[in-house]
């Protein structure tokens, strides 16, 4: 039976493929026949092909009204880079079983993978009756006894309820509300149900387009969107791939049950190549179709060039992101064989959780705090910015909570008194900001790091790794070395010149090989290079989901008592898992004298503190205290204070090394103390004169 292209994907099943079909009413496009950006264009009638895949390729957006186009709208297209965040709006039109569900809507590992459905009856099973309106969650397809069936979950009462529901289950099925917001990219792959189309809603911008904006001005209403799928195929006298819309005006009949789909060539993946024994290596293949130019990390990856695959193995690299205030920010994977040096770069902590996270017993921690907190009970105590600290450990105290004693959990720290050091206790909740005072000047192999410390860690590159033609992290001004990744990579080389091999990654490397049944003249592998890779924000997300998948949760910071007549004070949002992300650049000078500029620092910082009351002054607020001068005072302190100094410091030394030093802390208390007695008294004289 003959059907269209578009028709030809929505029926089959991806597990099936690969598919051959032969044209029955080809297509001509006159002067080109593989030009219109990469795709095929020109198919003769009962030409033959072999589809080995397909994905939706953009999207034809048109403005919704009430669930239905609106009929002033013109349909636009879309990329799937196209910026914002979109929520999806849940269908309305029911699905009649199971079966269905499984055909038409991707089922996967990640939490994209996970659809949510509920039933407007009861379902019975064995040993379960899942209520009309529960939410039920799809996890995985999978042969249970025989039956091909849904793994699902229901949570009831924070508990999670495993089922499984076989495929021939019938019943309306509807989707529930999604509150996620996802990017179009991911809704095309997990959020686009086959032969359906998508309405989503436009939740917020992310960044300008570069080019004409095709939506409305102003646009904040609801999309449907119509997928148009790329097919990926093998033709029978052509090596390369093809690429083929689904638009593309064609019929086609799936002839696969007749035809020796053997007599096609074998295009295969890195991650095909992976799932072979190690017995087949090492093996001879040509490239089929190569990387594209920007993400190619090798010259001789060229479409048509031969490789020698020698083995395949897991590697462990160290996931790193470059340490800067603004976006966007650079990923890299950093191989365990660099040969690179680092030093040390101050950590910042939001919270004093998270020095306890950071605590380790081969140091101690030494902070500064560069922002005031004061303790609303009095047997704990109260933060001033300059004050150090020595962390010593996690501990329980018993303070006055509303007229009774509450054991609350606290931090027990040295403060650090010029030669003196007086015990003090900090509540665990407490939102405040410390630098990481760095005493430490060792350079540091990468292998050391991970051995002697705790990630995440912060570094600089201090000396360049000389057999890497273009070291890409010798120039960041810092890295936060995140944490360690195993990921699978293949050993390759030229086949024309195996001088040399090298490892590529087999998840993040897009590209099609063809084995060929040449002998490998040279088993043993040339000397093995390696390089760092520098990867996308996606990417790095993308790896950051999947390697703490198998972690646990790590417990919240613990929250403040409620105390209904005092002075509020915020609990802190950020967890551990906050830890993972990159701070903002907040380094601070390592030189043993004051910043030339300094002086001129703390004038401009008395003159904000002025700008501020007078501020106030225009809001008629004549009846608080100076804390919102405070913390301006505290805020241009902290950034100018030291991170001029960081500015003054880089352009004398590339690779220097930085920490705090005790004149700027001492500088930091003196300029608070003066700045703060002099807005009290400014705000008192502005007090007499009204």
């Given at each position: 039976?003959?059907?269209?292209?578009?028709?030809?994907?929505?029926?089959?099943?991806?597990?099936?493929?690969?598919?051959?079909?032969?044209?029955?009413?080809?297509?001509?496009?006159?002067?080109?026949?593989?030009?219109?950006?990469?795709?095929?264009?020109?198919?003769?009638?009962?030409?033959?092909?072999?589809?080995?895949?397909?994905?939706?390729?953009?999207?034809?957006?048109?403005?919704?009204?009430?669930?239905?186009?609106?009929?002033?709208?013109?349909?636009?297209?879309?990329?799937?880079?196209?910026?914002?965040?979109?929520?999806?709006?849940?269908?309305?039109?029911?699905?009649?079983?199971?079966?269905?569900?499984?055909?038409?809507?991707?089922?996967?590992?990640?939490?994209?993978?996970?659809?949510?459905?509920?039933?407007?009856?009861?379902?019975?099973?064995?040993?379960?009756?899942?209520?009309?309106?529960?939410?039920?969650?799809?996890?995985?397809?999978?042969?249970?006894?025989?039956?091909?069936?849904?793994?699902?979950?229901?949570?009831?009462?924070?508990?999670?309820?495993?089922?499984?529901?076989?495929?021939?289950?019938?019943?309306?099925?509807?989707?529930?509300?999604?509150?996620?917001?996802?990017?179009?990219?991911?809704?095309?792959?997990?959020?686009?149900?086959?032969?359906?189309?998508?309405?989503?809603?436009?939740?917020?911008?992310?960044?300008?387009?570069?080019?004409?904006?095709?939506?409305?001005?102003d646009f904040d209403g609801c999309l449907i969107l119509t997928p148009v799928y790329e097919v990926q195929a093998v033709m029978k006298f052509r090596k390369d791939i093809v690429h083929i819309l689904s638009d593309l005006d064609v019929e086609v009949k799936d002839i696969t049950d007749c035809y020796d789909i053997s007599s096609f060539l074998q295009p295969m993946?890195?991650?095909?190549?992976?799932?072979?024994?190690?017995?087949?290596?090492?093996?001879?293949?040509?490239?089929?179709?190569?990387?594209?130019?920007?993400?190619?990390?090798?010259?001789?990856?060229?479409?048509g060039n031969e490789i020698i695959i020698y083995k395949k193995y897991q590697a462990t690299r160290v996931l790193a992101s470059e340490i800067r205030s603004d976006s966007p920010k650079r990923?890299?994977?950093?191989?365990?064989?660099?040969?690179?040096?680092?030093?040390?770069?101050?950590?910042?902590?939001?919270?004093?959780?998270?020095?306890?996270?950071?605590?380790?017993?081969?140091?101690?921690?030494?902070?500064?705090?560069?922002?005031?907190?004061?303790?609303?009970?009095?047997?704990?105590?109260?933060?001033?910015?300059?004050?150090?600290?020595?962390?010593?450990?996690?501990?329980?105290?018993?303070?006055?909570?509303?007229?009774?004693?509450?054991?609350?959990?606290?931090?027990?720290?040295?403060?650090?008194?010029?030669?003196?050091?007086?015990?003090?206790?900090?509540?665990?909740?407490?939102?405040?900001?410390?630098?990481?005072?760095?005493?430490?000047?060792?350079?540091?192999?990468?292998?050391?790091?991970?051995?002697?410390?705790?990630?995440?860690?912060?570094?600089?590159?201090?000396?360049?790794?000389?057999?890497?033609?273009?070291?890409?992290?010798?120039?960041?001004?810092?890295?936060?070395?995140?944490?360690?990744?195993?990921?699978?990579?293949?050993?390759?080389?030229?086949?024309?010149?195996?001088?040399?091999?090298?490892?590529?990654?087999?998840?993040?490397?897009?590209?099609?090989?063809?084995?060929?049944?040449?002998?490998?003249?040279?088993?043993?592998?040339?000397?093995?290079?390696?390089?760092?890779?520098?990867?996308?924000?996606?990417?790095?997300?993308?790896?950051?989901?999947?390697?703490?998948?198998?972690?646990?949760?790590?417990?919240?910071?613990?929250?403040?008592?409620?105390?209904?007549?005092?002075?509020?004070?915020?609990?802190?949002?950020?967890?551990?898992?906050?830890?993972?992300?990159?701070?903002?650049?907040?380094?601070?000078?390592?030189?043993?004298?004051?910043?030339?500029?300094?002086?001129?620092?703390?004038?401009?910082?008395?003159?904000?503190?002025?700008?501020?009351?007078?501020?106030?002054?225009?809001?008629?607020?004549?009846?608080?205290?100076?804390?919102?001068?405070?913390?301006?005072?505290?805020?241009?302190?902290?950034?100018?204070?030291?991170?001029?100094?960081?500015?003054?410091?880089?352009?004398?030394?590339?690779?220097?090394?930085?920490?705090?030093?005790?004149?700027?802390?001492?500088?930091?208390?003196?300029?608070?103390?003066?700045?703060?007695?002099?807005?009290?008294?400014?705000?008192?004289?502005?007090?007499?004169?009204?």
């Open positions: 039976m003959t059907s269209t292209l578009e028709k030809f994907i929505h029926s089959v099943d991806p597990r099936t493929l690969p598919r051959v079909l032969q044209i029955q009413s080809g297509i001509y496009f006159e002067g080109s026949i593989y030009e219109m950006f990469g795709h095929e264009c020109s198919l003769s009638t009962g030409e033959v092909i072999k589809v080995i895949g397909f994905k939706i390729s953009k999207l034809i957006a048109s403005v919704c009204e009430n669930d239905e186009v609106s009929q002033f709208s013109a349909k636009v297209e879309l990329p799937l880079n196209f910026p914002g965040l979109y929520k999806v709006v849940a269908d309305k039109t029911p699905y009649v079983s199971i079966e269905e569900i499984t055909r038409k809507v991707s089922i996967g590992p990640t939490r994209f993978g996970h659809p949510c459905f509920y039933s407007p009856e009861d379902i019975k099973l064995a040993n379960l009756t899942i209520k009309h309106g529960e939410h039920i969650t799809f996890n995985s397809v999978e042969e249970v006894s025989g039956t091909m069936a849904v793994n699902c979950v229901v949570v009831r009462n924070n508990q999670s309820h495993s089922f499984t529901l076989p495929l021939s289950q019938e019943g309306k099925f509807y989707e529930c509300e999604d509150d996620q917001i996802y990017t179009l990219k991911e809704i095309a792959e997990w959020k686009i149900p086959k032969c359906r189309n998508r309405i989503v809603k436009l939740s917020s911008t992310i960044h300008m387009w570069d080019f004409s904006n095709p939506l409305p001005e993946s890195l991650e095909d190549i992976f799932e072979k024994t190690s017995k087949e290596f090492p093996m001879v293949a040509e490239i089929l179709e190569g990387p594209s130019e920007s993400k190619k990390p090798f010259k001789f990856l060229d479409t990923y890299f994977l950093i191989p365990m064989s660099y040969k690179g040096r680092f030093k040390r770069r101050p950590r910042e902590f939001p919270t004093a959780y998270d020095l306890e996270i950071a605590r380790s017993e081969k140091e101690q921690l030494h902070v500064v705090a560069t922002k005031a907190f004061d303790s609303p009970h009095k047997e704990l105590f109260s933060v001033s910015v300059g004050d150090q600290f020595l962390v010593q450990q996690c501990q329980t105290s018993e303070v006055l909570y509303e007229g009774r004693k509450k054991l609350i959990d606290v931090l027990a720290c040295e403060q650090i008194l010029g030669d003196m050091y007086k015990k003090v206790l900090l509540p665990m909740y407490m939102e405040g900001r410390f630098v990481e005072v760095i005493h430490d000047k060792k350079q540091y192999q990468l292998s050391e790091i991970c051995k002697e410390f705790r990630l995440p860690f912060n570094v600089k590159v201090s000396v360049r790794d000389l057999s890497i033609e273009e070291d890409v992290v010798a120039a960041m001004p810092g890295l936060q070395l995140e944490e360690e990744i195993t990921d699978s990579y293949l050993l390759i080389s030229s086949a024309s010149s195996p001088v040399e091999s090298w490892e590529i990654p087999v998840c993040r490397l897009n590209m099609s090989i063809h084995l060929l049944s040449k002998d490998v003249q040279t088993v043993v592998p040339p000397v093995t290079k390696t390089k760092v890779e520098e990867i996308s924000e996606e990417q790095y997300y993308m790896l950051r989901r999947y390697e703490n998948q198998t972690l646990r949760s790590p417990p919240r910071p613990p929250k403040k008592p409620t105390l209904s007549p005092k002075p509020h004070f915020a609990v802190p949002k950020q967890g551990v898992t906050d830890v993972l992300q990159a701070p903002k650049n907040f380094c601070v000078d390592t030189t043993k004298k004051l910043c030339s500029n300094q002086a001129a620092d703390v004038s401009e910082l008395q003159v904000s503190c002025r700008n501020d009351l007078v501020h106030c002054d225009n809001k008629k607020d004549m009846t608080g205290n100076a804390t919102s001068v405070e913390n301006s005072v505290i805020k241009g302190l902290t950034n100018q204070a030291l991170g001029n100094c960081e500015a003054e410091e880089d352009e004398q030394e590339e690779h220097s090394y930085d920490y705090v030093d005790e004149d700027i802390i001492e500088n930091i208390i003196k300029v608070f103390q003066d700045s703060t007695i002099r807005n009290k008294h400014a705000v008192s004289e502005r007090r007499r004169d009204i």
